[in-house]
Structure formats: structure tokens, C-alpha cells
């Protein structure tokens, strides 16, 4: 993408203000979206993103500055911009970058900018179509295909320089059911770290039906009064929850300022003992892999949480130099326009030992969250809320009527603790996650599990 | 390669393939922040950004593609690729280029100009001082940053349109962290407007305010209540529901208010205007994604729904005429509809006159989670929400940790009170405090 001269050249400006590191990052990225509506192609996204982010550490002081070109001279450019920004002393630094391949450990089979649209469009048109047909209270079905073909090339002072393609790809159905002036939707969108051969793995058929299912059931469902109970949360989606109560505040982006609620308590018994979460960024075409992450380090396989302790915060360089921490291969960034910071990959509660049959048996009275939609915390407070999608009553240990309008609520550092049972099936499922250095891929999971209390929101 | 020679390269390939409909959007972007933490830089950053995307239309389908990589090669591969993508629309619906002969209006920017030197940075750093020193309770882990922006818009079409709007802005932002017993409280204030223009001093006041105002806060029992939204937390809701007025929506079967213009829609008191060069807004703009003039509009009189928000697609559909409301969230967006600076029409009174109206009940000024808890299509929501009880008229004890939920298009016709204190959530949407009467809390 970039030469090695010209990153040499980059770099040494970069250092010449006084700065005791500097970073180029570089991206390429080829996106494509095909929106269907009606089970006709509406729009079709067609972009290419491409510049450089440069940033040079003081300390734990951070100037950067980045341009949407990779033309040398905007390079070299952006580089002199950031380095004026510091202007402690006057420095000659010579960077002998050495290349690293680090390996790629998610195989692409087909590359999809090279297959023409009508390819994708028959399977998205197969999903829509099957949606449909579901039933004839489906008033309407959108559907959506992304493909992203993104390479980025870092290179540092300590000499690093490092390379990834990271292909993914990603489809999407939703369904729109209506009756007696009401709407109700459901909606099923599956992706991985794949080409095309993704589609090997799907059945459109049955994507396009699920979608229209939770809808349907939906639009028949009552209202949840509201109150605190006991919730079963169900696999795959359902990790959103630890994801979003826990997962953020894990992120050396708060916990190194302060802004944490697990701030500070390495070593502790933060969860139940039955809960050990995981952030895992080696999973082979997982949809939040990556084989380095955005500072150039390798990714791996961290163990936030072991039988309810927590073992380690996801850290990126920065924020280390902040905690006295080495990365944990946690940096990440949606592209050269944003700041990297720490984030999460593929992030699941492990399996339990429970059943799921005794996990639903033994609540008398709740919820049992089948689809969970998304959710948002404020680390600081650890505050979340998320949406159910798709609730039903749990009434004398048997799963009942469907209900609509649940959220779930409350404080992740209480949460983790109510976490009673833990079931064994693990599931994963596909997110995108948004924060301060933009929107990127993210796998949530987990087995089934029962919060013993939780406030649910409903009317 | 600059801008002008990637444009005539890419009018020429187009001219080689014998396109004969065809539209350039290009933006640009350049942008300055400081991030404070403690008493130190935490981070500067620079940026300088633009893109380009070419549209053509092929047999009434519109193709897109858009690129940030100024090369012969990709000026090329840009044509061919959006040619490919019109070709594989299959929706009826007829796109369009924009003819010239709108009556574009002449603004004046009053963003202010680019700070010089050290002002940012200074301002970020004052912003800082004056929060620890609003409360001894601030903590480390507070943040200030101050930003400084400029954005170009310009289309240029195979037709002859040829039109740019330049827009700029600083924004701040001040997050202080309080301890109290143990537990850390966060608040948040930002502002957008003129650097010069920043009281930094009372920006610091209120954010410290609405961290403290919300120690010891408690939980509210279940039940029904009626409830004020603060002028910000109404102008939140109003954002996510926007896209129901939007006619490409309702056009899809996608809003509740499809084939509704005429009806009443909301309570008498309630008009809803979209102004694209609000007195005394931001960012104003004279043109839509499209090349269609904007120009202010009420999209619900007095409860009534006058009109939905069109592009030139939805309006032909529809028969009418586009209210200039096409939109591309960035550069690389295919066309959309959405408003410009759409906000609810202030009424009469302050907001301790609509607290004293509501009588008992619950003010909400917070609510999180509107991406997981707010759905356009069905129109319900249920929100995680911070705010303070309302007793016998006025603003009571501190309340957190509940939802309130309903249904956006019933709370529009359940609307009992609007006051005067209208207030802006960035540069898009806006609003009064409203009272709502009788909506689901779920707590304890």
C-alpha cells in the first residue's frame, strides 16, 4: 500500500518533534452494500475508503491527525501536521522497519468483489421471497447484503511492519408483519469473516422465515407488565448482555481514566463463580477476528473473567502506558479516520455445566428472552439496557405466551453476579459495536443463562 | 491527482460510455480536536478528508460509487462500477438528475472562522479548569474536549447544476466524573456553535449540575405516570422517529403514516417544521443530496400531518413535488430522505410551568439506548431512563434506573402540554419540554 521508503520517511518526521513513538497506519477498503425491497434490488452502495492515520505518543499524551489520500505527499503531509502539534525538542530518528506476517488463520475461499451482483442478489432474493411467503399477515421485507475487503498496513518506530486483509460479509432479512394498525418486525442477519462461501453455510429459505416468524408471533403478543424477575437468556444473541453490562467497562479505554466500575479490582471475585467470560480474537472466520489487531499486534485469546475473577482488562498501547499494562492485542479502530483504542473481538460467556431444560424448570415466574435485540451501557455507572425482541412468559418452569415491549435493565457489576445458572451450548452471534473509534465487526455468545433478578421494562 | 483533474477524467469515461445522466457529489472535510483529561492534552487530533461519488442513472435506475482514491484508474473503475450497480436495480420507482432553475437562497455561515494558534487547545484547558472548580466532588476521569470543524458540500451534474455550500462549527463537550459514598455519577453538557461564543464557565456549571443533581438517586415503583420530557430528551425521541415522516418509508410500508397526510396525527398543539436555515442554527444549507433547493417547511400544522419528506424518487412516486429533503449521510451514501433541523414548535411557558401542569409524575432528562429501544417501523419504545419525581408541581427527588415506554405515534396524540423553552440537540433536531400523560415506568 505504502512503500517502505516513504514509511521510513513518515515515521522519522513524525519522531522529529520529540514524540517517543509514532504509528502509520494505513487502509484500503473496498465496500459494497445491495438493499432489496420488496424482493427487488432497491440500492446498491458501492465505495472505496482509503487514507492514512498517523499518531505519535509523548508519554501518555497522544497527537494524531490523518487524510483521506495515500499519495506520498499527503502522507509525509499529515505526518508534519501531527508532529508540529508537539514541538518538545528536535529529534532525527531513523526507523528500520522490519516486516512481520504474522499469518492468516481465516482462509477466504471466494473474494466478493470479484463475483457480479445478480450472484448475490439471487440468494438475498431467495431469503425475501421465503419471508414473504410466511404468511399473509407480512406486510414487507427488506433485505441486505455487505461484503467489506478491508487491508491495512501499520508501521511503528519500535520497527514493526505488519499487514491484514480482513474480508467479511454479511446478510440480512427483516420482516415487517402488520395487523389492525399495529407493526411488528423480526429480523435475522448472520456474517463471518468470510468471502462468498458464506453462503454455503446459510439456508436462505430459512433465514427468510425466521425473520417473518418472530414478526408474526409478535404481532400476536401482549404487552409485558413490567417488574423485576428472574429472565432465562437464550444463546448466540443473548451475549449482547454480557457484552454490553460488562464487556465495555472491561475496556482499557475507561478503566484506564478512572471511569470504570471494575476499575482496579484485578484478582477479585467481580462475577459469580459459574461465569468465565472470554474475548477470543483468534476464532478461526469468526466475524470479529482479526489476525493483528490495529496497532499491529498479534490477536489471542484473553480470559476476562475465570469462575467469577477477573483475570485481565482488554488493553491497547496507549492506554497501557496509562495502567502499566502491555496490549492484550485489543486495539482497534473502524478505519484511518478514527483514533484506535481498546475494544472487544469475539466476546462470549463459556459453557456451563446446567441444562437448559433446568434452567427454564426452575423459574417460576419470568421471562425467558429468546431474541435479544441491541443494547447500550454507560460504563461509568455500568448502567444497560437492552431490548427483547422476542419474550415469552415463563410461568411454573414452562415457557408460555409470547410478550412484546420487554427491555431489560440495570448495573453490570450486579448482573454478573445474578448470573445463577449457566447452560453448555454456546452460541455466537454477529454485532456491530459502536464507540469512540467507530462502528466495527463483533461477535457477542453465550450458552443459555439465568439472571435470578432483573428489572424488565414492559407496560 | 486533483479534485478538477479526477473530475473531467471521470466526465470523460462517462462520455466514452455514453452516459448521458450523471451526477458528481464531492465533500470535504477538515477538523481540529483536543481531548483533555486532568490537567494535560490527552490527545489532538487533525483531520483533512474528502470524498467523491459519481451517480448515473440507466434507464431511470440510479448506480452508485464513491471513492477517496484520486487515480486515472479509479476514475474509471468509479464509472464503471456505479453503470454496473444502476443496471442491477430492479425497483420501478424513477431516479432522477436534478435540472437547474431552483431558486437557491443566499446564507450567511456564522460558524465563526478557524481558531488560531493555541485557542483551541486554551479553550479545551479553561473548559477543564472551570469544571473542577465548579464542585469539590469532581474527580479524575473527567474529560472536556473542544472540536473546530469545516464541511464543503458541492454537486455538480451532467445537466448543468453546479452548486456548493460551506459550512463550519466548533462543538464542546464537558463530561465530569463526581464521587460521592463510594459510587462515581457522570454528567455531560456540549454546545455547538462559535468558539468566542462558549461560556465555558456555565458550559462546566450545567454539566456539573447534571452529574450531582443526580446523586442519590433512587428507584420509582412500577405504575403509570405522567411524564415531562426535558426540551433535550423530546428532541432525542423526535430524532429516533424521524424516519416515519419520511416518505421512501411510507412509500415501502415501512411507517404508520403512509397515505396519512391530511389526518391528524398528533395533539392540537404540536407542529413539527423542518427549517434547513434556522435563525440562529449552526450549520444552514441551501441545497439536498439531490441539487434540490431546501427550504423551510412545517410537516405537521397543529396536530394535522401536512406533508411527508420527499426526494425527487418519492415525490414522483407519490406525484408531488420534492420538498428538498434528499439526504446522503456521507459522501458514499445512496440517496435517503431526511430533514434538516426538524424540531417541535415552542408553545407557551417554562418548564417549571409544565412540571407545575403535570402536577405528580416524573421528569425525565435522560434516556439511553435509543438504537435497542426505540423501533420506527412498529413505533414503540422503552428506554432506560434517569430524570426526578414531579410532586405537587415541582421537580422532586432524584429518580434512575427505570424504562418508560410507549408507543411514539399514541404519545403524539396524547401530548398535553408544550412549553417555550426550546433547545437544540445538535444541529438536526430540536424541542420544548412536553407532558405526556399516563405512560408505562417499569422500576421496582
Given at each position: 500500500m505504502l512503500s517502505r521508503q516513504l514509511l521510513t520517511e513518515a515515521l522519522g518526521r513524525a519522531l522529529s518533534t520529540g514524540a517517543d513513538y509514532a504509528e502509520v497506519y494505513a487502509e484500503h477498503t473496498?465496500?459494497?452494500?445491495?438493499?432489496?425491497?420488496?424482493?427487488?434490488?432497491?440500492?446498491?452502495?458501492?465505495?472505496?475508503v482509503s487514507g492514512v492515520g498517523i499518531r505519535i505518543f509523548k508519554g501518555t499524551r497522544c497527537v494524531c491527525g490523518c487524510a483521506s489520500s495515500l499519495d506520498s505527499q499527503a502522507v509525509l503531509d499529515c505526518a508534519s501536521r501531527v508532529a508540529q502539534a508537539l514541538q518538545e525538542a528536535t529529534q532525527v530518528e531513523h526507523v528500520v522497519l522490519r516486516e512481520r506476517?504474522?499469518?492468516?488463520?481465516?482462509?477466504?475461499?471466494?473474494?466478493?468483489?470479484?463475483?457480479?451482483?445478480?450472484?448475490?442478489?439471487?440468494?438475498?432474493?431467495?431469503?425475501?421471497?421465503?419471508?414473504?411467503?410466511?404468511?399473509?399477515?407480512?406486510?414487507?421485507?427488506?433485505?441486505?447484503?455487505?461484503?467489506?475487503?478491508h487491508r491495512i498496513l501499520i508501521a511503528t518506530s519500535e520497527g514493526l511492519l505488519a499487514q491484514d486483509?480482513?474480508?467479511?460479509?454479511?446478510?440480512?432479512?427483516?420482516?415487517?408483519?402488520?395487523?389492525?394498525?399495529?407493526?411488528?418486525?423480526?429480523?435475522?442477519?448472520?456474517?463471518?469473516?468470510?468471502?462468498?462461501?458464506?453462503?454455503?453455510?446459510?439456508?436462505?429459505?430459512?433465514?427468510?422465515?425466521?425473520?417473518?416468524?418472530?414478526?408474526?408471533?409478535?404481532?400476536?403478543?401482549?404487552?409485558?407488565?413490567?417488574?423485576?424477575?428472574?429472565?432465562?437468556?437464550?444463546?448466540?444473541?443473548?451475549?449482547?448482555?454480557?457484552?454490553?453490562?460488562?464487556?465495555?467497562?472491561?475496556?482499557a479505554s475507561?478503566?484506564a481514566l478512572?471511569?470504570?466500575?471494575?476499575?482496579?479490582?484485578?484478582?477479585?471475585?467481580?462475577?459469580?463463580?459459574?461465569?468465565?467470560?472470554?474475548?477470543?480474537?483468534?476464532?478461526?472466520?469468526?466475524?470479529?477476528?482479526?489476525?493483528i489487531d490495529d496497532e499491529g499486534t498479534?490477536?489471542?485469546?484473553?480470559?476476562?473473567?475465570?469462575?467469577?475473577?477477573?483475570?485481565?482488562?482488554?488493553v491497547d498501547k496507549l492506554n497501557g502506558r496509562r495502567m502499566g499494562m502491555e496490549s492484550?492485542g485489543s486495539s482497534r479502530r473502524q478505519g484511518y479516520q478514527y483514533e484506535p483504542t481498546s475494544r472487544?473481538?469475539?466476546?462470549?460467556?463459556?459453557?456451563?455445566?446446567?441444562?437448559?431444560?433446568?434452567?427454564?424448570?426452575?423459574?417460576?415466574?419470568?421471562?425467558?428472552?429468546?431474541?435479544?435485540?441491541?443494547?447500550?451501557?454507560?460504563?461509568?455507572?455500568?448502567?444497560?439496557?437492552?431490548?427483547?425482541?422476542?419474550?415469552?412468559?415463563?410461568?411454573?418452569?414452562?415457557?408460555?405466551?409470547?410478550?412484546?415491549?420487554?427491555?431489560?435493565?440495570?448495573?453490570?457489576?450486579?448482573?454478573?453476579?445474578?448470573?445463577?445458572?449457566?447452560?453448555?451450548?454456546?452460541?455466537?452471534?454477529?454485532?456491530?459495536?459502536?464507540a469512540s473509534s467507530g462502528?466495527?465487526?463483533?461477535?457477542?455468545?453465550?450458552?443459555?443463562?439465568?439472571?435470578?433478578?432483573?428489572?424488565?421494562?414492559?407496560? | 491527482m486533483t479534485y478538477?483533474?479526477?473530475?473531467?477524467?471521470?466526465?470523460?469515461?462517462?462520455?466514452?460510455?455514453?452516459?448521458?445522466?450523471?451526477?458528481?457529489?464531492?465533500t470535504e472535510r477538515d477538523s481540529a480536536k483536543v481531548e483533555i483529561y486532568k490537567e494535560e492534552i490527552k490527545s489532538y487530533k487533525t483531520e483533512s478528508g474528502m470524498g467523491?461519488?459519481?451517480?448515473?442513472?440507466?434507464?431511470?435506475?440510479?448506480?452508485?460509487?464513491?471513492?477517496e482514491n484520486l487515480t486515472?484508474?479509479?476514475?474509471?473503475?468509479?464509472?464503471?462500477?456505479?453503470?454496473?450497480?444502476?443496471?442491477?436495480?430492479?425497483?420501478?420507482?424513477?431516479?432522477?438528475?436534478?435540472?437547474?432553475?431552483?431558486?437557491?437562497?443566499?446564507?450567511?455561515?456564522?460558524?465563526g472562522a478557524a481558531p488560531q494558534g493555541t485557542r483551541l487547545v486554551e479553550a479545551a484547558l479553561g473548559l477543564q479548569r472551570?469544571?473542577?472548580?465548579?464542585?469539590?466532588?469532581?474527580?479524575?476521569?473527567?474529560q472536556s474536549f473542544v472540536a473546530y470543524g469545516e464541511e464543503k458540500?458541492?454537486?455538480?451534474?451532467?445537466?448543468?447544476?453546479?452548486?456548493?455550500?460551506?459550512?463550519s462549527y466548533s462543538i464542546c463537550y464537558?463530561?465530569?466524573?463526581?464521587?460521592?459514598?463510594?459510587?462515581?455519577?457522570?454528567?455531560?453538557?456540549?454546545?455547538?456553535?462559535?468558539l468566542?461564543?462558549?461560556?465555558?464557565?456555565?458550559?462546566?456549571?450545567?454539566?456539573?449540575?447534571?452529574?450531582?443533581?443526580?446523586?442519590?438517586?433512587?428507584?420509582?415503583?412500577?405504575?403509570?405516570?405522567?411524564?415531562?420530557?426535558?426540551?433535550?430528551?423530546?428532541?432525542?425521541?423526535?430524532?429516533?422517529?424521524?424516519?416515519?415522516?419520511?416518505?421512501?418509508?411510507?412509500?415501502?410500508?415501512?411507517?404508520?403514516?403512509?397515505?396519512?397526510?391530511?389526518?391528524?396525527?398528533?395533539?392540537?398543539?404540536?407542529?413539527?417544521?423542518?427549517?434547513?436555515?434556522?435563525?440562529?442554527?449552526?450549520?444552514?444549507?441551501?441545497?439536498?443530496?439531490?441539487?434540490?433547493?431546501?427550504?423551510?417547511?412545517?410537516?405537521?400544522?397543529?396536530?394535522?400531518?401536512?406533508?411527508?419528506?420527499?426526494?425527487?424518487?418519492?415525490?414522483?412516486?407519490?406525484?408531488?413535488?420534492?420538498?428538498?429533503?434528499?439526504?446522503?449521510?456521507?459522501?458514499?451514501?445512496?440517496?435517503?430522505?431526511?430533514?434538516?433541523?426538524?424540531?417541535?414548535?415552542?408553545?407557551?411557558?417554562?418548564?417549571?410551568?409544565?412540571?407545575?401542569?403535570?402536577?405528580?409524575?416524573?421528569?425525565?432528562?435522560?434516556?439511553?439506548?435509543?438504537?435497542?429501544?426505540?423501533?420506527?417501523?412498529?413505533?414503540?419504545?422503552?428506554?432506560?431512563?434517569?430524570?426526578?419525581?414531579?410532586?405537587?408541581?415541582?421537580?422532586?427527588?432524584?429518580?434512575?434506573?427505570?424504562?418508560?415506554?410507549?408507543?411514539?405515534?399514541?404519545?403524539?396524540?396524547?401530548?398535553?402540554?408544550?412549553?417555550?423553552?426550546?433547545?437544540?440537540?445538535?444541529?438536526?433536531?430540536?424541542?420544548?419540554?412536553?407532558?405526556?400523560?399516563?405512560?408505562?415506568?417499569?422500576?421496582?
Amino acid at each position: 500500500m505504502l512503500s517502505r521508503q516513504l514509511l521510513t520517511e513518515a515515521l522519522g518526521r513524525a519522531l522529529s518533534t520529540g514524540a517517543d513513538y509514532a504509528e502509520v497506519y494505513a487502509e484500503h477498503t473496498r465496500n459494497k452494500t445491495i438493499n432489496l425491497v420488496a424482493g427487488k434490488t432497491d440500492k446498491i452502495g458501492d465505495g472505496v475508503v482509503s487514507g492514512v492515520g498517523i499518531r505519535i505518543f509523548k508519554g501518555t499524551r497522544c497527537v494524531c491527525g490523518c487524510a483521506s489520500s495515500l499519495d506520498s505527499q499527503a502522507v509525509l503531509d499529515c505526518a508534519s501536521r501531527v508532529a508540529q502539534a508537539l514541538q518538545e525538542a528536535t529529534q532525527v530518528e531513523h526507523v528500520v522497519l522490519r516486516e512481520r506476517l504474522f499469518g492468516d488463520v481465516h482462509p477466504i475461499k471466494i473474494v466478493p468483489a470479484g463475483v457480479e451482483n445478480s450472484y448475490k442478489i439471487d440468494f438475498m432474493r431467495q431469503m425475501c421471497q421465503a419471508a414473504m411467503s410466511y404468511s399473509d399477515e407480512i406486510s414487507q421485507v427488506t433485505g441486505s447484503f455487505l461484503e467489506a475487503d478491508h487491508r491495512i498496513l501499520i508501521a511503528t518506530s519500535e520497527g514493526l511492519l505488519a499487514q491484514d486483509r480482513q474480508i467479511r460479509t454479511r446478510v440480512s432479512v427483516s420482516s415487517v408483519a402488520s395487523g389492525g394498525g399495529e407493526n411488528q418486525t423480526g429480523t435475522v442477519s448472520p456474517g463471518a469473516r468470510k468471502g462468498l462461501e458464506l453462503f454455503e453455510d446459510l439456508n436462505p429459505a430459512e433465514l427468510g422465515r425466521e425473520a417473518s416468524a418472530q414478526a408474526v408471533t409478535m404481532l400476536h403478543a401482549g404487552y409485558i407488565t413490567g417488574g423485576t424477575m428472574p429472565v432465562a437468556i437464550e444463546n448466540g444473541f443473548g451475549g449482547v448482555i454480557f457484552h454490553e453490562a460488562c464487556g465495555h467497562s472491561l475496556e482499557a479505554s475507561c478503566v484506564a481514566l478512572g471511569q470504570s466500575q471494575f476499575a482496579g479490582m484485578l484478582g477479585e471475585q467481580i462475577a459469580n463463580p459459574k461465569v468465565t467470560a472470554i474475548d477470543d480474537g483468534t476464532i478461526p472466520n469468526g466475524w470479529g477476528s482479526v489476525n493483528i489487531d490495529d496497532e499491529g499486534t498479534p490477536s489471542r485469546k484473553n480470559v476476562l473473567i475465570e469462575k467469577g475473577v477477573l483475570k485481565t482488562y482488554m488493553v491497547d498501547k496507549l492506554n497501557g502506558r496509562r495502567m502499566g499494562m502491555e496490549s492484550t492485542g485489543s486495539s482497534r479502530r473502524q478505519g484511518y479516520q478514527y483514533e484506535p483504542t481498546s475494544r472487544m473481538t469475539n466476546t462470549y460467556i463459556a459453557a456451563g455445566e446446567d441444562r437448559d431444560e433446568d434452567i427454564i424448570a426452575s423459574i417460576e415466574y419470568g421471562l425467558y428472552a429468546k431474541k435479544m435485540g441491541g443494547g447500550s451501557v454507560n460504563p461509568v455507572t455500568g448502567q444497560f439496557n437492552f431490548a427483547v425482541n422476542e419474550g415469552y412468559i415463563i410461568r411454573n418452569g414452562k415457557i408460555c405466551e409470547p410478550v412484546r415491549g420487554a427491555s431489560l435493565i440495570g448495573k453490570g457489576s450486579d448482573i454478573i453476579r445474578d448470573i445463577d445458572m449457566v447452560g453448555s451450548k454456546v452460541a455466537r452471534a454477529q454485532g456491530m459495536c459502536g464507540a469512540s473509534s467507530g462502528s466495527i465487526p463483533t461477535d457477542v455468545g453465550q450458552p443459555l443463562i439465568r439472571v435470578s433478578s432483573i428489572t424488565v421494562g414492559g407496560r | 491527482m486533483t479534485y478538477q483533474e479526477f473530475k473531467d477524467a471521470v466526465v470523460r469515461y462517462a462520455g466514452q460510455r455514453q452516459i448521458g445522466e450523471y451526477e458528481l457529489y464531492f465533500t470535504e472535510r477538515d477538523s481540529a480536536k483536543v481531548e483533555i483529561y486532568k490537567e494535560e492534552i490527552k490527545s489532538y487530533k487533525t483531520e483533512s478528508g474528502m470524498g467523491i461519488c459519481f451517480r448515473c442513472i440507466a434507464d431511470g435506475k440510479a448506480g452508485y460509487a464513491s471513492t477517496e482514491n484520486l487515480t486515472a484508474e479509479e476514475a474509471e473503475s468509479l464509472v464503471l462500477r456505479a453503470w454496473d450497480n444502476a443496471v442491477s436495480i430492479e425497483s420501478e420507482e424513477e431516479c432522477f438528475i436534478h435540472e437547474p432553475g431552483d431558486s437557491y437562497a443566499a446564507v450567511e455561515q456564522d460558524g465563526g472562522a478557524a481558531p488560531q494558534g493555541t485557542r483551541l487547545v486554551e479553550a479545551a484547558l479553561g473548559l477543564q479548569r472551570e469544571l473542577y472548580q465548579a464542585d469539590a466532588r469532581v474527580i479524575d476521569g473527567t474529560q472536556s474536549f473542544v472540536a473546530y470543524g469545516e464541511e464543503k458540500y458541492a454537486i455538480c451534474n451532467s445537466k448543468g447544476l453546479d452548486l456548493e455550500d460551506r459550512v463550519s462549527y466548533s462543538i464542546c463537550y464537558a463530561m465530569p466524573l463526581v464521587s460521592e459514598g463510594g459510587e462515581m455519577y457522570d454528567g455531560l453538557k456540549d454546545k455547538m456553535g462559535r468558539l468566542e461564543d462558549f461560556d465555558l464557565k456555565a458550559i462546566a456549571g450545567e454539566a456539573v449540575e447534571d452529574a450531582v443533581s443526580t446523586i442519590g438517586a433512587g428507584g420509582v415503583s412500577s405504575g403509570s405516570y405522567n411524564v415531562v420530557f426535558s426540551n433535550r430528551v423530546m428532541a432525542t425521541l423526535l430524532a429516533a422517529y424521524a424516519p416515519v415522516f419520511s416518505a421512501e418509508a411510507a412509500q415501502q410500508g415501512m411507517s404508520l403514516l403512509n397515505g396519512r397526510e391530511g389526518e391528524k396525527i398528533a395533539a392540537d398543539m404540536v407542529t413539527i417544521t423542518d427549517d434547513p436555515r434556522y435563525e440562529g442554527g449552526v450549520v444552514k444549507r441551501t441545497f439536498d443530496g439531490e441539487g434540490v433547493a431546501a427550504y423551510e417547511k412545517n410537516v405537521v400544522e397543529q396536530g394535522r400531518l401536512v406533508t411527508l419528506l420527499h426526494n425527487l424518487k418519492t415525490a414522483a412516486a407519490a406525484g408531488v413535488k420534492s420538498t428538498g429533503n434528499a439526504s446522503k449521510a456521507s459522501y458514499s451514501s445512496v440517496v435517503g430522505v431526511s430533514p434538516f433541523l426538524f424540531y417541535i414548535q415552542p408553545v407557551e411557558g417554562t418548564l417549571e410551568d409544565i412540571l407545575a401542569q403535570a402536577g405528580e409524575g416524573i421528569y425525565v432528562t435522560e434516556v439511553s439506548g435509543l438504537h435497542a429501544g426505540t423501533n420506527s417501523v412498529t413505533g414503540d419504545f422503552s428506554l432506560s431512563s434517569k430524570g426526578f419525581l414531579v410532586k405537587e408541581g415541582r421537580k422532586g427527588v432524584p429518580v434512575k434506573n427505570f424504562t418508560v415506554s410507549g408507543n411514539f405515534f399514541t404519545l403524539l396524540k396524547d401530548i398535553q402540554g408544550v412549553g417555550a423553552d426550546l433547545d437544540f440537540l445538535g444541529s438536526n433536531f430540536g424541542s420544548p419540554s412536553v407532558l405526556v400523560p399516563a405512560l408505562a415506568v417499569a422500576g421496582e
